[in-house]
């Protein structure tokens, strides 16, 4: 795991023209079966390397806090930090228009083909993927704590608890992640003061 | 598909705009406040009708979120589908635009530094309980266990191992579910 993991931001790439931006996403977008954000993560991490692998997580930390869709957030976002507003509706329109097209047209052919098991069982093998693609992306992702000031053991425990909350006990989305957000934000902000000595 | 009013669309798209502000942890989890709204509330929608949208919507490519535009299709066709999507993109837009700029601009603050590391670790979390949750029902049915987690361990290891795309695991994934090998 040697991909990008300086966080100097001098000599990186970064998106070139408001066209560029929304090209990637609109590629990106329309890869996504079953979601979007490891599609993203390949992209804009491991082949653009617009982002680190820590300005991923931190990205992705600050789209699930605020309201709206965690991806939708982070093309605004990336958008934005590179061309200000114009950037952010580039990358939200690439993210939205061509998917939207492709989406609505589905729509129209679902009805004649729903019934073939062919086609239900293509979307299992999809589900599956999908779901594999999401927890390959967490464990590469997890490889970005080392060096957290958090310490391993502080680390570990809020991945667990997390773990357990939301998969296990199916707690709300919205109680779990400003609940545990809080304790790990007071956890670090601790951490720091302790490491820079006071 | 209904007959049009603007009284109605005027409707969906204020709702919309307030779910939008309401949608933390993603448009599906304001759901069932959309299921209450055009299904129960208006009937503009039955069950089946609602839940093949957030289906399809999650089976094709894009962001999941674009289930709203299939919702707002399914009420009233293309100014429906322009009203829930644009509804729901634009309070959050702006939230998200005006913290993150004020965040960027303290980004050597404690307090943001602190954001930063701090929510690393739950973040990364919820995206093995996504994966799980997502999982789960497949593993879950008998018949199809023993395929299913054959087919999510190999694309892990795929993925842990070679920087191939997803859309093309995602095609293999497709191939070997209709040939019924899942």
Do not use: C
């Not at chain 1, 958008?79 to 998917?99: E, I, K, Q, T």
């Not at chain 1, 599956?128 to 464990?139: K, Q």
């Not at chain 1, 357990?164 to 902000?189: H, T």
């Not at chain 2, 959050?92 to 404690?110: C, E, F, K």
């Amino acid at each position: 795991m040697t991909d990008s993991d300086d966080s100097s931001h001098a000599g990186r790439p970064a998106p070139r023209s408001l066209t560029e931006l929304f090209v990637t996403f609109t590629l990106l977008a329309l890869q996504g079966f079953g979601g979007v954000l490891a599609v993203a993560h390949r992209s804009l991490v491991e082949q653009k390397r617009w982002l680190t692998r820590e300005e991923f997580v931190e990205l992705l930390s600050l789209s699930q806090l605020l309201p709206g869709a965690n991806i939708v957030n982070m093309s605004l976002i990336v958008g934005d930090r590179s061309f200000g507003w114009r950037g952010a509706l580039a990358a939200l329109s690439g993210m939205m228009l061509v998917p939207l097209v492709v989406m609505l047209s589905l729509v129209a052919v679902y009805n004649h083909f729903s019934d073939h098991s062919a086609v239900a069982g293509a979307l299992r093998g999809m589900a599956a993927v999908a779901a594999g693609l999401t927890l390959g992306m967490g464990l590469k992702l997890a490889a970005s704590l080392r060096g957290n000031p958090l310490g391993w053991v502080l680390a570990a425990a809020l991945g667990v608890a997390t773990f357990v909350l939301i998969a296990v006990v199916r707690a709300p989305l919205m109680w779990v992640v400003p609940g545990l957000g809080l304790i790990g934000w007071a956890l670090a902000r601790w951490r720091l003061a302790r490491r820079e000595g006071a | 598909m209904n007959a049009l009013s603007p009284a109605d669309l005027l409707d969906l798209f204020s709702r919309f705009l307030m779910l939008s502000l309401l949608s933390v942890g993603g448009a599906i989890s304001t759901a069932p406040e959309m299921h209450r709204f055009l299904v129960e509330q208006h009937g503009w929608l039955d069950d089946v009708g609602f839940t093949t949208s957030i289906a399809i919507a999650q089976a094709a490519p894009g962001p999941n979120l674009l289930f709203v535009a299939v919702l707002g299709y399914q009420v009233f066709g293309l100014t429906g589908a322009a009203a829930a999507l644009i509804g729901m993109l634009l309070p959050s837009t702006l939230v998200t635009l005006a913290i993150s700029r004020w965040g960027h601009a303290r980004r050597d603050t404690p307090g943001v530094r602190a954001f930063v590391h701090g929510l690393a670790p739950m973040t990364i979390s919820l995206l093995m309980a996504a994966g799980t949750v997502v999982a789960m029902p497949l593993v879950q049915a008998p018949e199809h266990r023993i395929g299913s987690l054959a087919l999510i361990l190999t694309t892990v290891v795929a993925m842990l191992l070679w920087r191939v795309s997803p859309i093309w695991l995602i095609a293999a994934g497709a191939l070997i579910g209709a040939l019924g090998l899942v």
